[in-house]
């Protein structure tokens, strides 16, 4: 992916493949001009209000339990400091470099959208951070998906440890979700590519097998008119094209088993879940996750519950339940390239074993292995309820969004592997099915994993996934440019 020298961040048109460019590749980034007077007419808003002795969460009073005592103008400095230091509660794992990056713009987005009523100095920070390559400690456990609090202590107690917040600038702060919105981004960037990627690696498994494309017909696809079916049915077919399988007495059998029947639909099924998160996604990246929440057009601070992050993590959740019968029918149909009875080809896929080695099964049981962990984290999450007593009961429900962010991201780093075996798998029943014709788009997929590893013969052990899966990472799983 050719990566911008700058990005403009604007709080209004950012996308994943933005967030990307910034957290992975490490393209600079920049305030438009409009962001920059959206930020000074926000704060005006807010100063206004604070002369005039309004009184407003967590600007003019205090929070949680304390809601509704005016604090002390001359100790705001001290009230905002100590706000963060009570919510630097973080535990677990430390973020990434990367997911703190994406944690970085998300929260600069945020800032440019004029939504937030804090100083323009507090973006300038987070742009000079960017562009030095500033790293931060992050923990990722301690969110329930209302604010990702502790995360966002995490950083703005070391960003803004030599400047001294203004009246309400730590509540816009910790009241929003940079992990689950900066996690969700790189999540459903890589998803996009590795989904976009399956109808090749299913074809090439498909000539291994000798499957029956039936399955990828207009009239089957007509029968059910589903935009994802058609979608997968039409890209499958165009890797088969000119393949021997598509022609009369092609295919093996008149019905396959429905890891191979049912692809089309499988697929499908997880475009059509991917679209509905992206389109979702794409709102929630540029829209307001704060309370209260700053009109520019009304001249006022609005007590909302944005913070509450259901239409995020929903989203995921069925990204990640769509995703979970591909990667399960991924297993079963490594499990039937390689077993004998089901392929018609060697056990274990090695053609000449005359130690009786068991040649590709441990390879399907390494991918058996990694896809049961892959259709664990599909579990939803949005049904999760925390104890209503917490905080005098005003927090009495949750989205655990960025639980759901953190399994997407888990769910893309293990879909990789599951794809690179199966490559690896196809690849070696179609040496051994030995078909007279390919269609154009297996072929080229073969040569590349050919190009990467060799076929295994005679005693040969089964080759590593390792080069293929290094090989697709280059590729930014875009399968396409091989």
């Known amino acids: 992916m050719a990566t911008p020298t700058q990005?403009?961040?604007?709080?209004?048109?950012?996308?994943?493949?933005q967030v990307v460019q910034i957290a992975r590749h490490g393209a600079k980034v920049a305030l438009t001009a409009a962001a920059q007077a959206r930020l000074e007419a926000s704060r005006a808003v807010v100063d206004r209000i604070v002369a005039r002795g309004e009184l407003v969460y967590g600007v003019t009073s205090s929070v949680a339990t304390k809601t509704g005592t005016l604090l002390d103008p001359a100790r705001y400095g001290e009230f905002n400091r100590r706000l963060l230091e009570t919510h630097d509660m973080g535990m677990g794992p430390l973020a990434s470099r990367e997911m703190v990056r994406a944690m970085l713009v998300v929260m600069l987005n945020n800032m440019a959208s004029g939504r937030l009523g804090v100083r323009p100095v507090l973006a300038h920070l987070l742009?000079?951070?960017?562009?030095?390559?500033?790293?931060?400690?992050?923990?990722?456990w301690g969110s329930t998906g209302e604010s990702d609090m502790s995360a966002v202590a995490n950083i703005a107690l070391d960003l803004y440890a030599s400047t001294e917040l203004a009246a309400g600038e730590?509540?816009?702060l910790i009241n929003s979700s940079p992990v689950s919105i900066g996690l969700a981004a790189l999540a459903m960037y890589d998803l996009g590519n590795i989904l976009a990627s399956w109808p090749r690696v299913a074809a090439l498994s498909m000539e291994g097998y000798g499957a029956n494309p039936s399955i990828v017909s207009d009239v089957a696809v007509r029968s059910r008119p589903f935009k994802g079916l058609r979608q997968a049915a039409e890209a499958i077919a165009a890797q088969l094209h000119g393949s021997h399988l598509m022609s009369a007495g092609g295919p093996r059998h008149l019905q396959d088993p429905l890891s191979f029947r049912s692809l089309p639909l499988t697929l499908g099924n997880a475009f059509d879940s991917y679209d509905f998160a992206a389109g979702r996604f794409a709102i929630e990246l540029n829209a307001s996750q704060n309370n209260p929440v700053v009109s520019i057009e009304e001249q006022r601070l609005v007590s909302v519950a944005n913070f509450d992050m259901l239409a995020l993590s929903m989203s995921l959740d069925t990204l990640r339940l769509g995703i979970a019968p591909l990667v399960t029918s991924s297993t079963e149909r490594v499990a039937k390239l390689v077993d004998s009875f089901w392929s018609g080809l060697d056990s274990g896929l090695l053609a000449q074993d005359e130690i009786g080695l068991p040649g590709f099964n441990g390879l399907a049981q390494v991918h058996k292995g990694i896809t049961a962990e892959a259709r664990l984290l599909a579990a939803p999450v949005v049904t999760e309820l925390p104890s209503s007593s917490h905080s005098n009961g005003n927090l009495d429900r949750v989205s655990m969004a960025s639980l759901a962010a953190r399994r997407a991201v888990e769910l893309a780093q293990l879909c990789k592997p599951i794809l690179a075996v199966e490559l690896v798998v196809a690849a070696q029943a179609v040496d051994l099915r030995r078909p007279p014709r390919m269609g154009e788009g297996a072929q080229q997929l073969h040569r590349f994993v050919r190009d990467l590893v060799p076929h295994a013969g005679g005693v040969q052990r089964a080759p590593h996934p390792a080069p293929v899966l290094e090989a697709l990472e280059t590729l930014d799983w875009q399968l396409d440019r091989i």
């Open 7 to 17: 990005i403009d961040i604007d709080g209004q048109t950012l996308c994943a493949r």
């Open 127 to 140: 742009v000079e951070a960017l562009n030095t390559q500033r790293e931060f400690k992050v923990h990722l």
């Open 170 to 172: 730590t509540i816009a």
